[in-house]
């Protein structure tokens, strides 16, 4: 049987979309190429946030069109969605054959068989207390990079936040376990491994009683053929100064980080329960700034937080513009069903949500180009995911992210390979993207 894989969601999800990708191969059956092939389809779902959940159902009710059309036997749901609301979905997506919550991820081959005897499955139980979701993988992601899921699930409790009651509270994958992977991932050929969890910087807390993220950088750094390490989703509370030597060092960690800040107004970040006031954080990127030389920051905001008014979001507004930051995410809120922040006085109206969202969107338009426009004239090292065209490719320098920032087109009259990294020149901005040509090209 053909088993075909949807990964909707952050590439938390994504790992575990690729470990379940693998036991199904392991397990007999085969990995179809398109939807269209299939005999099943496996939905990994995201439902943290209303946005998310509704691309899970269109996405579950358009796929489940290709059973009406007799193309489809099976279709099974997995994930985040399935997580929280359980049973309730195969009452109201008839499309359904089965679910699997967060801890039935590595028993999806038995999900499977079961459903294909006929019976309708409901394996969602309550969240596994260690790191469960680890195994051999598939790689899903672009030549020359993968992801890395250190831990899961979060202890912080922010007040818009539902991931602690969907993924449950903070764990690590055991150190030796991560080296080990990271190990096979360089001998398959991968250059940049990008190391991701729910709050990266307190990896290990749960299990050696202290964060030891500066123990596992260092050890992946000593890895013979990674050359990019690089670390998303940094609390800023927890990049401590052991952390932060370690960042500032000589070694392959990329001087690129990725610290979701939510917002610059006290009273707002005080409401949201992120754990610290605005000037910790304008001392915190004064101090990244100053130890970690050509340091790209991206972050992440959120516009209209309830009680946020027209001073609080031009503190958030002036602070964007202050810092600087090369990449930045903004989101609107949405009250989440359960979350201490739905239940909160004074919820800001849709239309000035949009009105925010807009203002930040164009200004920080203007600073990520400003901060393009600064590279241009200079070589940096690419390294090449795709082609797109005759001499044409795509790459990402350090500067720019997987899925989230922007990408390098690459003009080369040389053939160029997959995963592997070129000397280019940056020659030109387009959006958010860079534009570069091979440098020392061969004479033609
Ligand atoms: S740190 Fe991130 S995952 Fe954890 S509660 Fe806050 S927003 Fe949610």
Redesign the pocket.
Known sequence: MNIGFVSLGCPKNRVDTEIMMAIVKNSGYKIANSLADADAVIINTCGFINSAQEEAIDTIIETGKFKEQGKLKYLIATGCLTQRFGGQLLDELPELDGIAGIASLTRIHEIIARVEKGERVIATGPLPETFVEKGPRILSTPPGSAYLKISEG?N???TY?T??SIKGNHRSRPLEELLHEAKDLAKRGIKELVLVA??TGVYGLDLYGKSVLPVLLNDINKIEGLEWIRLMYL?PVHLDTELLDVLAGENKIVPYLDI?IQHASNKILKLMNRQHEVNYLRDLIAGLRHRIGNLVLRTTVMVGFPGEAAIDFKQLYDFIEEMEFDCLGVFTYAAEEGTPAAAMADQVNEEIKLHRLHEISTLQQKISRRKNISRLNKQAKILISSQSGRNLYIGRGYFQAPEVDGLTVVKSKSRLTKGEFYDVQLVGVRNYDMIGELADEPAE
């Open positions: 979060c912080n409790r922010c936040c991931i602690p729910q709050d609390h979701p």
